[in-house]
């Protein structure tokens, strides 16, 4: 297991690392946006990867180790990010793979899904919403009342690096959605690991500033997906209420929908264990014979 820069073309070099045996079925782990590939934790990684996958993460652009750019000045799209999970599997000559995608992450293993069908064998969507819109247009809950009082008030110097910790911490205090105890001392020590390691902590801000991008404006129905889909959502979800999951399962044919009882936005090191009990089946072909529609 060791780190690994990858060029996903026109120069764009992004940081990968793979956990377990390159023979085994391959898994995507795709991060929300704004977060590099060490919020998919080790010891999650390390779970997959022993029941018999092949695990990959990887930074984002303006996250982690991968080509990061001045803050405040966005040089792509969501589409350039949909390319770049491909653009993973090429660099790492996979030609499929399970693609499993949290949060905003969840969005672009959608797209993944729906733009280059032929690279998904199944998805596995958590903590997220559906990318176009759902039956009958029905009308999903807007995120919570103190989640959106974080967001519009909440500021902090990204220049300090200290504050910057304090201040993605209480983030993480938020989404973590207060039904349950919420462990801080192994939340700053993973947002410090984030911030030591990132080349600008401060460009990961550049998302905030994302556009969908062409591709987005002519996406199919998920109706057209034709993968296996597994959809695992927090019922204390501040960003994304559970209505969304429930919207997201009903929309994607075959979709299964697993409940996190009280958690809230991510994934929970107190749900490692169900989230891995349900992906290690889901995703049990290695993608020598399968195909996805």
Same mark, same amino acid.
């Given at each position: 297991?060791?780190?690994?820069?990858?060029?996903?073309?026109?120069?764009?070099?992004?940081?990968?690392?793979a956990?377990?045996?390159?023979?085994?079925?391959?898994?995507?782990?795709?991060?929300g946006?704004? +977060?590099?590939?060490?919020?998919?934790?080790?010891?999650?990684?390390?779970?997959?990867?022993?029941?018999?996958?092949h695990?990959?993460?990887?930074?984002?652009?303006?996250?982690?180790?991968?080509?990061?750019?001045?803050?405040?000045?966005?040089?792509?799209?969501?589409?350039?990010?949909?390319?770049? +999970?491909?653009?993973?599997?090429?660099?790492?000559?996979?030609?499929?793979? #399970?693609?499993?995608?949290?949060?905003?992450?969840?969005?672009?293993?959608?797209?993944?899904a729906?733009e280059?069908?032929?690279?998904?064998?199944s998805?596995?969507?958590?903590?997220?919403?559906?990318?176009?819109?759902?039956?009958?247009?029905?009308?999903?809950?807007p995120?919570?009342?103190?989640f959106m #009082?974080?967001?519009?008030t909440?500021?902090?110097?990204?220049?300090?690096?200290? +504050?910057?910790?304090? #201040?993605?911490?209480?983030?993480?205090?938020?989404?973590?959605?207060?039904?349950?105890?919420?462990?801080?001392?192994?939340?700053?020590?993973?947002?410090?690991?984030?911030?030591?390691?990132?080349?600008?902590?401060?460009?990961?801000?550049?998302?905030?500033?994302?556009?969908?991008?062409?591709?987005?404006?002519?996406?199919?129905?998920?109706?057209s997906?034709a993968?296996?889909?597994?959809?695992?959502?927090?019922?204390?979800?501040?960003?994304?209420?559970f209505a969304?999951?429930?919207?997201?399962?009903?929309?994607?044919?075959?979709?299964?929908?697993?409940?996190?009882?009280?958690?809230?936005?991510?994934?929970?090191?107190?749900?490692?264990?169900?989230?891995?009990?349900a992906?290690?089946?889901?995703?049990a072909t290695?993608?020598?014979?399968?195909?996805?529609?």
């Amino acid at each position: 297991m060791a780190e690994r820069m990858v060029d996903t073309g026109g120069g764009v070099e992004l940081c990968t690392e793979a956990f377990g045996d390159p023979s085994d079925p391959p898994v995507l782990l795709v991060m929300g946006t704004g +977060a590099s590939m060490l919020w998919w934790e080790e010891g999650f990684c390390r779970m997959l990867a022993e029941g018999g996958r092949h695990v990959i993460r990887y930074d984002h652009r303006d996250t982690g180790r991968s080509i990061t750019h001045e803050p405040g000045h966005l040089e792509y799209t969501g589409t350039d990010l949909v390319r770049d +999970a491909v653009g993973v599997l090429d660099a790492l000559r996979v030609p499929a793979a #399970h693609v499993v995608g949290v949060s905003a992450g969840g969005g672009l293993a959608q797209r993944v899904a729906l733009e280059h069908a032929d690279r998904v064998l199944s998805l596995v969507l958590i903590s997220t919403t559906s990318v176009a819109p759902v039956p009958g247009d029905r009308e999903l809950p807007p995120p919570t009342e103190e989640f959106m #009082h974080f967001v519009s008030t909440a500021e902090a110097d990204w220049s300090e690096t200290e +504050a910057v910790i304090d #201040h993605l911490v209480a983030y993480a205090r938020v989404l973590a959605g207060g039904s349950r105890p919420f462990d801080e001392p192994a939340a700053r020590g993973l947002v410090r690991r984030d911030v030591e390691r990132a080349h600008d902590i401060a460009a990961a801000q550049n998302h905030d500033l994302l556009t969908d991008g062409e591709s987005a404006l002519a996406l199919a129905p998920l109706s057209s997906i034709a993968v296996p889909t597994l959809v695992i959502h927090g019922t204390a979800d501040p960003m994304f209420p559970f209505a969304h999951a429930e919207a997201l399962a009903e929309a994607i044919p075959s979709a299964r929908l697993l409940a996190l009882d009280g958690a809230g936005h991510g994934v929970d090191r107190a749900d490692w264990e169900t989230i891995v009990g349900a992906i290690l089946p889901h995703t049990a072909t290695d993608g020598m014979s399968a195909t996805s529609g």
